[in-house]
């Protein structure tokens, strides 16, 4: 063997060490950077809904909490708007006393007409108080069940698609009439090229051989493509007078995993307004308050805190955060919401 033919043998010796080292590069690049984009278990839980008063308020602080505790942890009468809270399937007073639970179903609302909307993972429906159904449609639903102004029940539910050699769960928005019928269809599959290009890329463009270096890709929530985890016809609100992207009946939606809030115009299924990327670690039920500010609450898993935000959409800017009190932070990694209360109090 000459001379040339041993440093030709060394140089591809070389180029093939460099390239594979490239290669693991890229591969610790691509799970840093896709891997970084978090997403949530949905998880039932039969903790006793919390009632809790104001969170800037010390004296607040000063109630004994007692670790690990379930069911209702503090509660202040002087401090906490009065009323029911319906939690998952169940009605409860707000000492925690279960009132009254309904079977067969996973989640309910109660209607403006004082009817019980209810969903399980195999169907949703209209019902009255002893649960025989006034109308109910069998289709996988999950998270979202919200009452619109006309009586329409507003709700999410998911398919797999295969997706670049890959079994993907994608979300679709469903709009029933207070009849039954479905009047709205918001696929997040047929719609994927739009909509990706409000957002960064999502780990499932990645090959799937990238996708064995994840640690949780075992997990069915893994292939999961946005994972949309609330949904909010728009009230009336302030700022739909002068600008049509808030009108009334537009759909404000959470899509979780790319860390992006959206508002689509009902009508010409088009995206008018987005937020997030930059500002959102995982977040769980945007909802627009007559004022028109936007209130989010905002998991926070990568710094590992939990907040509310208030959302000028205008501005596209955080006008306000929660809780106030920066040396008692709350943390909840995967599940949440906030609901701004009519005395303008806000319970998470």
């Known amino acids: 063997m000459s001379s040339n033919d041993i440093r030709s043998k060394k140089v591809l010796f070389s180029v093939g060490i460099l390239l594979i080292i490239l290669l693991l590069a890229l591969m610790l690049f691509f799970v840093k950077y896709w891997g ?4 949530g278990v949905y998880i039932t839980q039969d903790n006793i809904l919390r009632s809790i008063g104001l969170q800037d308020k010390k004296e607040y602080y000063d109630l004994e909490y007692v670790p690990n505790q379930t069911g ?3 509660y202040n009468r002087n401090k906490t708007l009065e009323g029911y809270n319906v939690f998952h399937n169940k009605i409860m007073s707000m000492d925690g006393t279960l009132l009254k639970e309904f079977e067969g179903v996973r989640k309910i609302i109660i209607t403006d007409q004082g009817l019980i909307a209810g969903y399980d993972q195999n169907h949703v429906g209209l019902y009255y108080w002893n649960m025989s159904p006034i109308w109910e449609n069998k289709i996988k639903t999950h998270h979202e069940l919200y009452e619109d102004s006309d009586g329409s029940i507003v709700t999410l539910s998911k398919n797999n698609y295969e ?4 079994e993907i769960i994608f979300d679709s928005v469903l709009i ?8 709205f269809n918001w696929s997040t599959f047929k719609n994927l090229d739009y909509i990706k290009k409000f957002h960064n890329p999502n780990r499932m463009e990645l090959p799937n051989f990238l996708l064995y270096f994840f640690p949780d890709n075992k997990s069915k929530y893994f292939y999961d493509y946005y994972h949309i985890n609330s949904v909010q016809p728009l009230p009336k609100n302030d700022l739909e007078k002068f600008d049509s992207r808030f009108k009334q009946g537009n759909l404000l939606i959470s899509l979780s ?11 010409t299924k088009e995206i008018v307004w987005s937020w997030g990327l930059k500002d959102l670690e995982f977040m769980h039920m945007p909802r ?7 209130m989010i609450f905002e998991n926070g898993i990568k710094r590992k805190k939990t907040l509310v935000l208030v959302i000028d959409p205008i501005k596209k800017e955080i006008i306000k955060t929660y809780p106030r ?5 709350i943390y909840s990694k995967i599940q949440g919401s906030a609901q701004q209360l009519s005395n303008g109090f806000r319970s998470k």
């Open 288 to 294: 627009m308050s007559k004022d028109g500010t936007i």
């Open 176 to 183: 029933y009439s207070k009849e039954g019928d479905m009047i």
């Open 72 to 74: 209702v942890t503090i």
């Open 36 to 39: 970084s984009q978090v997403y």
């Open 325 to 329: 009190d920066k040396s008692k932070p």
């Open 163 to 166: 997706y670049k050699g890959k």
């Open 257 to 267: 995993y790319v860390n992006l809030v959206i508002i689509l115009d009902r009508e």
